[in-house]
């Protein structure tokens, strides 16, 4: 499971699983991991003192027409780059303004390199350093004209985080952008190549930990082809209950 360097080991340790002596099966573990790990959600209280904790975001926020902005022929191998205010306007001119109240997830193609090339690959290190992580992330700008200009709940991404490797490892712009404004982040985004640029409704559903600051959330989407940049329509419930894509299982 994906875990940023210098976060707590998941572990994962079986105390039942088999029959016991009066004549029952029983299988109960323990758990023990850092809040941020694999695929999870921040908190606005993740950088911003008094804001919302995990157990007092509004459950509506959690879901929302889903936009897919694909940038990964602009990004190519740059393991440093950072989405600007421009790819995203970019997106919209081939799609339409990003709606309000929508789920915005940012497809590097960094998700897919996990799968094929494993961690290293994922990370550009084996190492616990965090000033050798590198992968793509938002420009402070980006993330800036976000929240000035469009209304957006969340936004994901199928990195470790929003705030590109180098950037993260300094300051969190990106996060110190987005958490204050109740935008939340959703990091560690699998399976975005499985999900059309509009045309879905997004589910991010995380563990409710009290006066947590994120948890390991699972991700979902309904893709009924009747959610656009025009905004969220009555759902068909048939056609979404038999078109229902997983999208994260927690990196494992």
Do not use: C
Request: no cysteine; proline share 6%; glycine share 10%.
């Amino acid at each position: 499971m994906n875990i940023y360097p210098m976060h707590a080991d998941y572990r994962f340790t079986i105390v039942y699983r088999g029959q016991q002596d009066a004549g029952y099966y029983l299988e109960s573990n323990n758990l023990f991991m850092a809040e941020h790990t694999g695929t999870h959600l921040d908190a606005p209280a993740h950088f911003t003192p008094g804001a919302w904790r995990l157990d007092e975001i509004p459950l509506g926020h959690m879901t929302g027409p889903g936009v897919v902005v694909d940038v990964r022929d602009k990004i190519g191998n740059n393991s440093d780059y950072a989405i600007t205010q421009q790819d995203l306007q970019d997106w919209e001119r081939q799609y339409g303004r990003i709606p309000d109240d929508s789920i915005l997830l940012l497809r590097t193609g960094w998700g897919e390199w996990y799968w094929d090339q494993g961690p290293k690959a994922y990370l550009s290190t084996e190492s616990q350093d965090i000033n050798l992580v590198h992968f793509p992330g938002l420009h402070p700008e980006g993330a800036q004209w976000l929240v000035d200009n469009r209304k957006v709940k969340m936004v994901g991404i199928d990195t470790m985080g929003p705030d590109s490797g180098e950037e993260s490892a300094k300051d969190g712009w990106v996060h110190r952008t987005l958490l204050p404004n109740n935008v939340l982040i959703l990091e560690n985004v699998a399976h975005l190549d499985k999900m059309p640029p509009t045309g879905s409704t997004v589910y991010a559903m995380p563990i409710k930990i009290g006066q947590g600051s994120g948890a390991p959330a699972r991700v979902f989407a309904i893709v009924d082809g009747r959610t656009s940049t025009a905004g969220l329509s009555t759902p068909n419930w048939a056609a979404m209950l038999s078109t229902v894509f997983l999208l994260i299982l927690a990196f494992m």
